[in-house]
């Protein structure tokens, strides 16, 4: 089994978008996810540093620099998807991925109460 650590680089960029009212509250994921040339593009642009802060989790087997070193996508490399950290949570509790699973429902509290504070 994959041996999954939380990214905190990645939640530190989760909250900051939700902070910053980048997020989409109303999407289903499987649309909202990136096709592979944009995440392709993404890491060609802007490189290993930014494209692993959008992965909640981080494989500690994996080799650097490599795309199975990240998992738990939960953004489009621009938003937040509120859907994509609902994905993240079910597919970490559905592994046992339990600091994964905790990370996400913390983000999720966090984006449902900024968007209720917001409304």
């Known amino acids: 089994m994959t041996r999954y650590k939380v990214n905190q680089d990645a939640v530190k960029k989760a909250e900051s978008l939700i902070d910053s009212h ?54 489009d490399f621009r938003r937040l998807h509120r859907s ?15 600091e994964i699973e905790q990370a996400a429902d913390r983000l999720l509290q966090k984006i449902d109460q900024e968007s209720s504070v917001k409304q």
């Open 84 to 98: 994509g950290i609902i994905a993240a949570k079910q597919r970490a509790a559905q592994n046992d991925h339990d």
């Open 22 to 75: 980048h997020y989409v509250l109303d999407s289903e994921w499987s649309d909202a996810q990136p096709p592979t040339d944009d995440v392709n593009d993404h890491l060609d642009k802007l490189g290993w540093m930014d494209y692993g802060k959008w992965f909640l989790a981080i494989d500690t087997e994996a080799s650097e620099r490599t795309k199975d070193r990240y998992g738990f996508l939960y953004g």
